[in-house]
């Protein structure tokens, strides 16, 4: 079971969980709809199915009449962060969500400075999650920086020959507009001064971002071009002890990206795996 769910199951264990943590469990429950339980839905059918198969052509056509495509899912799959949900504000797994949770949380009991962005926010429930955890332990000093196109993934740059053969731009569903964000955020009671939207392509928005440091910097680009063009200007202002989160790790064009720019500056700080495609390290 979720751990929201799990909790409650258990009263004995409730008077060692805090209020805080109470909060943001269901909040996770929430923004994945976990915590709702009944039949949950996935817009992208399994690839290895026949439906899967003729997906992306189906999908194109019943676009003209405002329809779409939806599977079940299990709960698993769910909380292994393997579907595309047809409602849900993130697609994130459970152990994802949860490692977004303890970082920004050891950020603030360590007091480590700076401020919190993800690259790629799709509905934006990862950085709703960061915004939640600011205001579960009264941090009102840190921005939580959101950066997207707000237009889906750009077509390959053939600057990049890793993103050659990348399919990722063809997918309308990851195209989420700005105003739809601002919703989820406002849903939750969580739109306010401290959430700071970067709208455009990250090679753009990134290198001017009015950003002075961070204490995580969370990257969900999928591609290599997206994450280095994320890396290069947000690297150098993530606080010793900070977090660098990778969302797409096991994704090829995202990993060779991730390891140049780690051999080409030297950086040796372990990766520890969050789940079967995130990992993470701490900038010493």
């Known amino acids: 079971m979720f751990a929201a769910l799990s909790r409650l199951m258990h009263p004995l264990r409730l008077a060692t969980v805090s209020p805080e943590e109470l909060y943001l469990d269901l909040l996770k429950g929430c923004l994945n709809r976990s915590a709702f339980g009944?039949?949950?839905?996935?817009l992208q059918p399994a690839a290895d199915t026949l439906i899967g198969r003729a997906y992306l052509p189906v999908q194109r056509l019943l676009h003209h009449f405002e329809l779409r495509l939806v599977s079940r899912v299990s709960a698993e799959r769910v909380a292994a962060g393997k579907y595309w949900p047809a409602?849900?504000?993130t697609m994130l797994s459970q152990a994802r969500l949860d490692n977004i949770?303890?970082?920004?949380?050891?950020?603030?009991?360590?007091?480590?400075p700076g401020d919190l962005i993800e690259t790629g926010v799709w509905r934006g429930g990862g950085t709703i999650l960061m915004r939640a955890v600011l205001a579960a332990y009264g941090d009102t000093t840190r921005r939580v920086w959101v950066a997207d196109s707000f237009k889906g993934l750009p077509r390959p740059d053939a600057a990049y020959a890793a993103d050659a053969s990348d399919q990722h731009w063809k997918y309308r569903e990851l195209a989420v507009s700005l105003d739809e964000v601002r919703a989820n955020f406002a849903r939750y009671g969580l739109l306010d001064e401290q959430v700071r939207f970067l709208p455009g392509w990250f090679a753009d928005t990134l290198p001017a971002a009015p950003i002075e440091r961070l204490a995580v910097l969370r990257l969900d680009g999928d591609m290599y071009g997206s994450t280095?063009?994320?890396?290069?200007?947000?690297?150098?202002?993530?606080s010793p002890g900070g977090f660098v989160i990778i969302d797409d790790y096991e994704l090829a064009g995202c990993r060779?990206?991730?390891?140049?720019y780690r051999a080409d500056h030297g950086i040796r700080d372990e990766l520890v795996s969050v789940d079967h495609t995130a990992v993470f390290w701490r900038k010493r």
């Open 87 to 89: 409602t849900a504000e």
């Open 101 to 112: 949770q303890e970082s920004i949380t050891a950020a603030i009991v360590e007091k480590i």
């Open 38 to 42: 009944g039949d949950l839905h996935m």
């Open 228 to 238: 280095m063009d994320a890396l290069v200007p947000l690297y150098p202002k993530v």
């Open 256 to 260: 060779q990206a991730v390891d140049e």
